[in-house]
T-cell receptor
Framework: IAGITQAPTSQILAAGRRMTLRCTQD?????MYWYRQDLGLGLRLIHY???????GKGEVPDGYSVSRANTDDFPLTLASAVPSQTSVYFC???????????????FGEGSRLTVL | GQNIDQPTEMTATEGAIVQINCTYQ??????LFWYQQHAGEAPTFLSY??LDGLEEKGRFSSFLSRSKGYSYLLLKELQMKDSASYLC??????????WGAGTKLIIKP
């Protein structure tokens, strides 16, 4: 049982480079989310998707984009990375859509990104 | 604004009981979650409360008071493996999760 798979698990990249973090789930969940986690701060929502074909902006969307072409995949792209995007990124999914967030979130193992 | 407050760090002894508090201020409220996160790992679901009262699940219990904007997570018979961060998150009127910064729990033998 895979659940949610993220790749890469860790990456160092130069500022200005483009980077895509991949996220795949095999639970057929409708909703998917991208969070970043920084020391001393709570998880912050970057973008979300209630269902395939739709996406929405979270709390900190600037500098990031997402797509949801199908149920399973939800990649996060940094068009031109900056050092402030150094963080641990978690992809998550849930049964409910963003309009009924009463179900538990299932998280991937995280992608640790360092932008130099 | 919306806010979640929980202590940054707590220390407890193996075998003892510890209570981790969480207060929240949200625009509307649709439930409160607790997650456990071991260092370097992903958060995992512990509990969800939407009604006032205590929900017990083995060694872990979670309490909610909607009128006070308050919740706590109670861990009994502490084990070394309970050393982790505990994240409190409230769901607002738009069903968006507002996360606290987490409480790092250190268990000593």
């Amino acid at each position: 049982i895979a659940g949610i798979t993220q790749a890469p698990t860790s990456q160092i990249l130069a500022a200005g480079r483009r980077m895509t973090l991949r996220c795949t789930q095999d639970m057929r969940h409708n909703a998917m989310y991208w969070y970043r986690q920084d020391l001393g701060l709570g998880l912050r929502l970057i973008h979300y998707s209630n269902t395939a074909g739709t996406t929405g902006k979270g709390e900190v969307p600037d500098g990031y984009s997402v797509s949801r072409a199908n149920t399973d995949d939800f990649p996060l792209t940094l068009a031109s990375a900056v050092p402030s995007q150094t963080s641990v990124y978690f992809c998550a999914s849930s049964d409910g859509s963003g309009g009924s967030n009463t179900g538990e979130l299932f998280f991937g193992e995280g992608s640790r990104l360092t932008v130099l | 604004g919306q806010n979640i407050d929980q202590p940054t760090e707590m220390t407890a002894t193996e075998g003892a009981i510890v209570q981790i508090n969480c207060t929240y201020q949200t625009s509307g409220f649709n439930g409160l979650f607790w997650y456990q996160q071991h260092a370097g790992e992903a958060p995992t679901f512990l509990s969800y409360n939407v009604l006032d009262g205590l929900e017990e699940k083995g060694r872990f219990s979670s309490f909610l008071s909607r009128s006070k904007g308050y919740s706590y997570l109670l861990l009994k018979e502490l084990q070394m493996k309970d050393s982790a961060s505990y994240l409190c998150a409230a769901t607002d009127s738009n069903y968006q999760l507002i996360w606290g910064a987490g409480t790092k729990l250190i268990i000593k033998p």
